[in-house]
Structures are given as C-alpha cells and as structure tokens.
C-alpha cells in the first residue's frame, strides 16, 4: 500500500461522506500535526481543540477498508470510523498530490525533532522579572545582493541599557524581559535557525520577508548605512511601460508611490512567490501587489522588449500583465500601426521532366515564411526603418493570390505535407515542359526568385532559350520604324530578318522564320507630334 492508492473515494468509504467532511475541516484547520505511513499502518497526532493532542493509527486493509486504532471514543466505545484517522489519511493524499507540500511537511518534521533534542537552557531566557532588554538587527552592506542571490546576513544583539551583547555573550542564566513584540520576533527568529539564534545567521528571502512582516515595531541597522524603517501599510505597485524614442524599444519596470521617494531615486524591490517588499530612502513597504514568480525578474532590473518583438508583446503579452496587475504606458497600444507588407516570393524547384515539386516562400527582410500558412509562434511585424511606431506584417492575400498563382500552372498542394513546410506537385512530362517553358519566365518577370535544385538545374540550363528583341530605327523626316526579331539558339538554322521601313503606315510580316514584324510612323505629323508627347512603354 501507497499513498498514491488513497483516493478520495475511497476515503468516502472508509468512514461516509459525513464523517469524510468532519476530516476534512480538522486538516484545514491544520489540526493534523503529523501523519507517516509505513507499509499498511498510518500513524500520526491530531491536536484537540482542549489544547490536548490524540496519538492515533489505522491499518489499510484495501484501499475501500480500514481497521482503526484509534483511541477516542467512537472508536473504542461505538466502533465507529472516527474523523481523526480519515483525516490522516485526508493529509497523506494531499501531500501525494502536491511536492510542495511534502516537502514542507518533511522540514518540519526534521526541526521538530532538532528541537526535542536541544537543551531548554540554551534558549534566551525571558520572564516578567527579568531585565529589561530590546533586540536589535543588523544587515550586511549588500543586503539587496544577498537577497537576490539567496541567502542574507543577519547579526543579532540584545541590548539593555548598560550592555550590547551577542547571544553568545549573555551570561548563564541570565533572564530577559522583552516587549510583546520583540517576544514575538524571537520566537520567528528560534523557527527559522531550527533552535536558539546565535550572534550571526543567514536566512533566506523567505525568512526574510517573514522577518520583516514582525519587526515593524523596530529599525533594522545596516553595517555602515545608518537605519531601515519598517513601515507596515501595503503599498500599491504598478507596471510603466516607456517607449525608448531611439531605438523603437519598450522598457518595463515597477512603478511604486512612495511617500518619502526622493527625487530621481529608483526604488529597490523584493520579491519571493507573493511576498514582496519595495525599498527607497530608508524605509521599507510591503508590497500590496507582487507578480507571479516567472515575472520576479523584472524586479531586479528592467526588462527590454527589442523592437522585432513589440507588437507581439502588445497583441499577446500585454494582456496577461494587465490582468496580474494594474499597468501604466506612455505610449497607448493603438498608437502603433501595422501594415501589410510587400513580401518576395522565393519559388524552389526540383524534380525531372516527368514531374515537379515545389515549395513557395513568402520573405519580409530577412524573415521567411512558407506563403499563405498562419504563423503559430509568435505575431510578425517588421519595424519599419523610418517611423519606430510603424510596423509591417504579412501580407496574407498576396501570399494567398502567390499561391493560386502557383496553381494556375497546374500544381497541387502534397495532401502530406505539413502546413510549416507545404510543398506543390505537378505531374506530366507535358504539364513539366509547358511550365519551364512560358510559367517559370512569367513568374520571374513578376519578380519572383526561381531556384531549381539538383538535376533539374542542369535541365532547365540545357534547354533552348528564344530571346525577342526589340529594334527602333529614326528615319528621315520625322518617320522611325519599331520592330522586332527573336534571337535563335545557336543550333538553328533559321535567318534573322532586320525590321523593314514602310511608308503607309501599315504592319506587315516579314520573309524571316522568326517572323519579326516591322511598323512604320502613321505620318509625318503623327511622328512628330509622338516627339513632343511622353515617351511610351514598350
């Protein structure tokens, strides 16, 4: 038997659903001061509301029955499941569940037993009829450090009013009267070092900030600094978010009002899971606020959003802060502008004149996303290098009309191709000819970047090229002619014919296999009115 077999169903079983909500409310009540299981026995003490404790067992028959041992009344007298031994049982399923809390279970267990075993003479004795004395705490210079980076000195005094003594230096014997508070602050002082404190200790942040929470009613010393006011009323803190007019870059860092905050001063910040505490001009305030331990960071030092990264911060991260904790900008989110960009297509190609695959990229910069499919990690944004609040993002429909653009020339998307790396087929040794031969020169006048891969490189350079070219001749009087010839590849046999005049205005072929034609001026007047008009495109 286990503690991962004990259900609460079959808790329920053990002793009824009453009974199971009696346990219930004594382990919230943290009534349940230890419970251990060895093989089938559970053993542990319950504490009573008389202040008294119950030592009590059961054995696990199966997970659904028990045989209880424990000693109470209804036990023992009614033979009924009583809710101290399903309370046990209650405590060990939750510590299964949650590491957390064994863990602390398990340190707890381990001080209580170091605190059996020490002497009660080696505690600092205090009484009503003792002399009067007051504690007092001493930090390191760099106790902010310290914190950060998990352990602070702390040094202990008990002053009277002829004497400063260390824990170690007070004499045998010696009996102390001690405010309520500063009663209360050694007892949290003996938790934490497991036993009576010594002159120097460290703890930790948590034990820190424990500290502080009970040592409001006095100043804590820093070696050398002079001395900390531990104030008590929470205060509020926020997020201000700026915009880095240089850069285009968001900085992020708490924002606190503070009474006593000097001019130009920066608070300092401490933080462990939802405690915290902001520090600025010798006083220290708890926080009323404190982020989630994954944002902790921004505590120490602010953080930068690189500029690449700011509208995806605004679309996806500021939300989440917002609803953490309350967030100031300088710069409101609807003041940065996002336009579609202009994106160039990278078309790869490989195969054989039986069949092509190809795959299409869309590229923004230096940034390359396959055309048409979503982005699924993060929102893209190019920033523009002119204006830091102007961004460009992907173009889906001119992705989109690349992609039916693609085929409109007889390809089709692969059914098992992953939408990250989607890839076009197109099949027939026509089908493959017909697009090296007039699709893949259109594409590349559209401005697309064609990259053929592997041996489809050396048969698309093998195959013959038929080059137009275009011929404009002046003549006299105001006349020119516009024609044009094809330049063969040099393995035919067919004449190049040059453009020839005419003098009525009229096209007409010329005897030549590449069958150039020849175009004269509709007149003399016509031509140079043509001369005072802009110029045309061809």
Known sequence: MNPSQITKKSLVKWGGESVYVLAEQLVRRGAVLKADMKDDWISGV???ESASEIYTKLRVLDPDRIESRCPCFTNQHSGQVCPHVVALGIALMLRHADPLREQKYQEEQRRARRL?????SAYLQRGPRGTPARLGLTLAPTWIDDFWKGRLALRLLVLTDNDTLTPEGVPRGARFTLSPEDDNLLTVLEDICEGPPS???DVSPADFLNILDVACHTRLAVAGKGEIVVEKIPMQTSLRIELDHDTGELIIFPATELPFLRPGEIPAYLAHNRHGRVFANSHIWPMKNVLPVPYHAIYQTEEIVPRSRVINFLLRDLPSLKALTPVEMELTPDLFVSLPGSPVFHLEIQGSKASLRATLK???????????SPDTQAEFALPDPDDILKYHTRNIPAETAAVELLRSYGFAEDRLATSADTSYTLVGTRETLN????????????????????????????LPVITPVVQIAEKSAGWFDVGFTFDLPPTSSAPSTAATPSSNATARPCSSTAKPWSLCARSS????????????TF
Request: net charge positive; aromatic share 12%.
């Open 116 to 120: 059996e075993q020490l002497d009660e």
């Open 435 to 462: 697009f090296l031969g007039s699709g893949y020169p259109a594409l590349g006048r559209s401005g697309w970047k064609i990259a053929f891969a592997g041996r489809l490189a050396a048969l698309v350079d093998d």
């Open 525 to 536: 007047t016509t031509a140079r009115a043509a001369r005072a008009a802009p110029p045309a």
């Open 362 to 372: 869309a590229a923004y910069g230096s940034h390359f996303f396959c055309a048409g």
């Open 46 to 48: 319950i504490a009573r």
């Open 199 to 201: 002159g120097r200790f």
